[in-house]
Every structure is written in C-alpha cells, then in structure tokens.
C-alpha cells in the first residue's frame, strides 16, 4: 500500500503565497517523477507541474514565473511554493507520484486532495 498525504491547502487572498507539501508513504522502492495537478469546481482535472529524479521541472504556462516545484527526494516528499495567488488559481489540488514498489509493480498513485481557495 502507498499513499500520498497534501497538505498546507487553504484560504488567502490575492497576491499571497501557499507552499503545498505531498509526502510518500508505504511500500516504496523508488519515486519516480512527482507531479502536482488541479481542479477547478466545474473543470476537468489539469496538470500544474512536473519534476523528475534528476530534478528536471515542468509548468502550466499559467503558473510559469509564480509557482516552483521541488523535491526532498530523500524523503520522497514533493513540495508547490505558490506565489502571486490570483483567484483563478483557486482549486483542489493533487499529488501524483510513479511509484516502484519492492515487487517491482510500477504504481500510479493520487493523493486525496488538498482545497487552495483565493480570494479578490
């Protein structure tokens, strides 16, 4: 069993800043690339942001500049340092992790979601 546990959600206004925190836990060989995504009441579920092993990142063109993934690899833990909050930023947002556990099974996991709200 793995699980990813979010945290640091919350309600701030605009021009505020949020650091999201998601760590791994569970039967876990290696963590591969991490990723945060997000979903708007009434959207479909979007990607924010990548990072891999070596700490190769990757952003949603609407949060270039503003957000910053990272990673304590260590302690399989993927953090979003969100700055400049703007109301359309407003979301739940998830952990998603690859995951090879000690049998060698490849994993997609999810995490239950933590709430970013922005207020104007």
């Known amino acids: 069993q793995v699980r990813l546990d979010e945290s640091g959600g919350g309600l701030v206004q605009a021009g505020e800043s949020l650091r999201l925190s998601c760590a791994s836990s569970g039967s876990i060989l290696r963590v591969d690339t991490m990723a945060w995504y997000r979903q708007a009441p009434g959207k479909q579920r979007e990607l924010v942001a990548t990072?891999?092993?070596?700490?190769?990142?990757n952003y949603a063109d609407s949060v270039k500049g503003r957000f910053t993934i990272s990673r304590d690899s260590a302690e399989n833990t993927v953090y979003l340092q969100m700055n400049s909050l703007k109301p359309g930023d407003t979301a739940v947002y998830y952990c998603n992790a690859g995951v090879l556990t000690p049998r060698l099974t490849n994993l997609e996991v999810w995490g239950q979601g933590t709430r970013v709200t922005v207020s104007s």
């Open positions: 990072i891999t092993t070596n700490g190769r990142t």
